[in-house]
C-alpha cells in the first residue's frame, strides 16, 4: 500500500498581498537594468524560499508565476492611478 503526500500552501505567493504590493510599488519606481535586476533578485528570494520549504521545481514554477501575474496586475493599476485613471 503506497501513500501519496500533498503539501498545502497556507499562503501562496500570489495571495501575500503585501508582497505583492511592495514589489510592485517598488519595481514601477525603476527602469531598465534596475529594474530587472530588482525582479531577479526577488524571484530568486522566493525561489529559496519555496526550496527550503521543500517545494518540487513544478510547484516552485506554479508559485513564481501566479506572483508574477499578481504582481503585473498590481503594476497596471499602479500605472492607472498614475496616470489618472487613463489605460
Known amino acids: 500500500m503506497s501513500i501519496d503526500f500533498c503539501k498545502i500552501i497556507i499562503f501562496p505567493l500570489d495571495a501575500r498581498i503585501g508582497k505583492v504590493r511592495r514589489t510592485a510599488s517598488l519595481l514601477y519606481k ?8 530588482y525582479w531577479k533578485q526577488v524571484i530568486a528570494a522566493n525561489r529559496k524560499h519555496l526550496i527550503r520549504i521543500g517545494l518540487t521545481a513544478e510547484q516552485q514554477h506554479e508559485q513564481l508565476s501566479g506572483f ?3 504582481v503585473q ?15
Do not use: C, P, Y
Open 30 to 37: 525603476k527602469h531598465g537594468e534596475d529594474a530587472e535586476l
Open 68 to 70: 508574477s501575474r499578481a
Open 73 to 87: 496586475q498590481e503594476l497596471n493599476s499602479i500605472a492607472t492611478l498614475w496616470d489618472g485613471g487613463v489605460a
